[in-house]
């Protein structure tokens, strides 16, 4: 019995040790991921070049390290199906998640779909996060071995400085500390998870929030910049070659709103101090990291859920299906890659439909089988592969615009059509699509339009926010002023 007993111990002491070493294995295979997603930046950053007076060293350092990729696109204009897109890993035409939902909506998504957090927490990673990830704060245990959820923020105005229109509506300097604002204790959140010794490898996902409405920060990023704001480049006749489903897409009364208080150079100055702000606690971060053990052994995946209008196109805020609203800065930088060029860029459009995989490939981790999208791990690699595919972006089942290295093409639920070439026309103010000569390019892009779409889902829906294909269900019927009574002056 005693030798049988010995074998017994010896058996799972072996299989613990095996066990233990495979582990192991497996942990040395899955580097550490800081997740950075920052709320509404577009382009006007130093290493796109969007806006030249844009004060963001941190980022551009960043960019100049890993991959660049400058013609990087979301798979949706707005927060919630952005972020549902790439949480979840699957294309708003294929969920059927096209417009913004309440956020009470997140458990019936986690129980269809396996969001990146929960993947990656179920396959051995330890999982933090704070900040904006999903389209609101969840401390989901499912997804989170820790998030941030104790806040105490505030701002402190002067009376008469920047614009102010209501609340949410704001472009104003603040007066209080940084350790007040929200992005300052998300970042170091971020900061202290990495000052922290981990057994097992660790998701770290950092929501930045700015350059999201209001557009407040601390007064330094305002007196950072020059004097005069440069206005983007805008044509006044731009819409007159634009179909209706487009122009209705705008948010025209803001930028009404604007010319008439003279006030879009106070908006576009305060957008460029929050971009800067947000460079400043990413830049945080990414400190905290190149200080800490994990210096070496970690990915860097940074993503802007959407681009942002500032008057292109007599425009305000995203929503829409041209460049403005699509285009987001995208970085990877691997840390354990030494031996690359400094300054690599990637300028083949691309989605960020790909970042799930891209991470679960990092993590040596299998996706589920419905998925979209493919690793980006190669192309970090080695730049000069590319993906077959271009990206799609939708807003609303029906519209979508399909963005190659050159060209821009977008379909609405209606059937009308718009084609920019963005060689020699990169404001998009030329729509070719009833161009003779462009008939061929339009129908070849056409290709990689869904071949099928999932219904709109329509539980928890936002009535907003449905573009396309069934939007007059969802439009609120106008309200309907009371006649006054005429007054008898007898």
Same mark, same amino acid.
């Given at each position: 019995?005693?030798?049988?007993?010995?074998?017994?111990?010896?058996?799972?002491?072996?299989?613990?040790?095996?066990?233990?070493?495979?582990?192991?294995?497996?942990?040395?295979?899955?580097?550490?991921?800081?997740?950075?997603?920052?709320?509404?930046?577009?382009?006007?950053?130093?290493?796109?070049?969007?806006?030249?007076?844009?004060?963001?060293?941190?980022?551009?350092?960043?960019?100049?390290?890993?991959?660049?990729?400058?013609?990087?696109?979301?798979?949706?204009?707005?927060?919630?199906?952005?972020?549902?897109?790439?949480?979840?890993?699957?294309?708003?035409?294929?969920?059927?998640?096209?417009?913004?939902?309440?956020?009470?909506?997140?458990?019936?998504?986690?129980?269809?779909?396996?969001?990146?957090?929960?993947?990656?927490?179920?396959?051995?990673?330890?999982?933090?996060?704070?900040?904006?990830?999903?389209?609101?704060?969840?401390?989901?245990?499912?997804?989170?071995?820790?998030?941030?959820?104790?806040?105490?923020?505030?701002?402190?105005?002067?009376?008469?400085?920047?614009?102010?229109?209501?609340?949410?509506?704001?472009?104003?300097?603040?007066?209080?500390?940084?350790?007040?604002? /929200?992005?300052?204790?998300?970042?170091?959140? =971020?900061?202290?998870?990495? &000052? @922290?010794?981990?057994? +097992?490898? $660790?998701? *770290?996902?950092?929501?930045?929030?700015?350059?999201?409405?209001?557009?407040?920060?601390?007064?330094?990023?305002?007196?950072?910049?020059?004097?005069?704001?440069?206005?983007?480049?805008?044509?006044?006749?731009?819409?007159?070659?634009?179909?209706?489903?487009?122009?209705?897409?705008?948010?025209?009364?803001?930028?009404?709103?604007?010319?008439?208080?003279?006030?879009?150079?106070?908006?576009?100055?305060?957008?460029?101090?929050?971009?800067?702000?947000?460079?400043?606690?990413?830049?945080?971060?990414?400190?905290?990291?190149?200080?800490?053990?994990?210096?070496?052994?970690? /990915?860097?995946?940074?993503?802007?859920?959407? =681009?942002?209008?500032?008057? &292109? @196109?007599?425009?305000? +805020?995203? $929503?829409? *299906?041209?460049?403005?609203?699509?285009?987001?800065?995208?970085?990877?930088?691997?840390?354990?890659?030494?031996?690359?060029?400094?300054?690599?860029?990637?300028?083949?459009?691309?989605?960020?439909?790909?970042?799930?995989?891209?991470?679960?490939?990092?993590?040596?981790?299998?996706?589920?089988?419905?998925?979209?999208?493919?690793?980006?791990?190669?192309?970090?690699?080695?730049?000069?592969?590319?993906?077959?595919?271009?990206?799609?972006?939708?807003?609303?089942?029906?519209?979508?615009?399909?963005?190659?290295?050159?060209?821009?093409?977008?379909?609405?639920?209606?059937?009308?059509?718009?084609?920019?070439?963005?060689?020699?026309?990169?404001?998009?103010?030329?729509?070719?699509? +009833?161009?003779?000569?462009?008939?061929?390019?339009?129908?070849?892009?056409?290709?990689?339009?869904?071949?099928?779409?999932?219904?709109?889902?329509?539980?928890?829906?936002?009535?907003?926010?449905?573009?396309?294909?069934?939007?007059?269900?969802?439009?609120?019927?106008?309200?309907?002023?009371?006649?006054?009574?005429?007054?008898?002056?007898?």
């Amino acid at each position: 019995m005693k030798k049988h007993t010995n074998s017994f111990l010896l058996f799972f002491f072996g299989l613990f040790i095996t066990t233990g070493v495979v582990q192991a294995q497996k942990n040395k295979k899955q580097p550490n991921i800081v997740f950075i997603a920052i709320d509404d930046m577009n382009d006007w950053t130093g290493f796109l070049g969007g806006h030249p007076q844009a004060i963001t060293p941190n980022l551009d350092k960043l960019a100049e390290k890993g991959v660049n990729f400058t013609n990087a696109h979301c798979s949706a204009p707005g927060c919630s199906p952005s972020r549902n897109a790439l949480l979840y890993g699957i294309e708003p035409f294929n969920s059927g998640l096209y417009p913004f939902y309440e956020h009470e909506i997140h458990n019936d998504l986690m129980n269809k779909y396996t969001s990146l957090p929960r993947l990656l927490k179920e396959n051995g990673y330890a999982t933090y996060g704070a900040g904006k990830i999903h389209h609101g704060l969840k401390d989901d245990k499912r997804e989170w071995t820790g998030y941030l959820t104790d806040l105490n923020t505030r701002k402190v105005f002067e009376e008469g400085e920047g614009y102010k229109v209501n609340k949410k509506m704001s472009f104003r300097p603040t007066h209080n500390p940084m350790s007040e604002h /929200v992005d300052y204790q998300v970042a170091s959140y =971020g900061v202290d998870i990495l &000052e @922290k010794k981990h057994k +097992k490898p $660790f998701f *770290l996902a950092v929501g930045i929030v700015k350059p999201h409405l209001p557009f407040d920060a601390p007064k330094q990023f305002f007196d950072a910049l020059p004097e005069e704001i440069l206005a983007p480049e805008i044509l006044e006749t731009d819409l007159s070659d634009i179909p209706r489903e487009g122009k209705s897409m705008r948010k025209a009364g803001d930028d009404r709103r604007f010319r008439n208080d003279d006030a879009w150079e106070d908006v576009r100055r305060a957008y460029l101090a929050c971009i800067s702000w947000a460079d400043y606690n990413i830049g945080r971060v990414i400190t905290a990291l190149e200080e800490s053990d994990y210096a070496d052994n970690t /990915v860097v995946i940074v993503w802007s859920d959407h =681009g942002f209008h500032l008057g &292109e @196109k007599m425009s305000f +805020k995203k $929503f829409t *299906l041209w460049e403005e609203a699509t285009r987001v800065p995208f970085i990877i930088y691997d840390t354990r890659d030494k031996k690359v060029k400094y300054g690599r860029t990637y300028d083949e459009a691309i989605s960020l439909i790909n970042v799930y995989k891209t991470v679960a490939d990092y993590a040596n981790v299998k996706t589920p089988d419905y998925v979209d999208g493919a690793s980006l791990k190669g192309i970090v690699k080695q730049p000069l592969k590319t993906l077959d595919e271009p990206a799609i972006t939708s807003w609303g089942k029906g519209n979508y615009a399909v963005r190659t290295k050159d060209y821009r093409y977008i379909r609405y639920y209606d059937g009308t059509e718009e084609l920019y070439f963005h060689t020699n026309d990169h404001n998009e103010w030329t729509n070719l699509a +009833k161009d003779a000569s462009y008939q061929e390019k339009k129908t070849e892009l056409s290709q990689y339009l869904p071949k099928g779409e999932a219904p709109l889902v329509k539980e928890y829906i936002v009535k907003w926010s449905v573009q396309g294909e069934g939007q007059e269900e969802f439009k609120e019927a106008p309200v309907k002023k009371k006649k006054k009574k005429k007054k008898n002056l007898k």
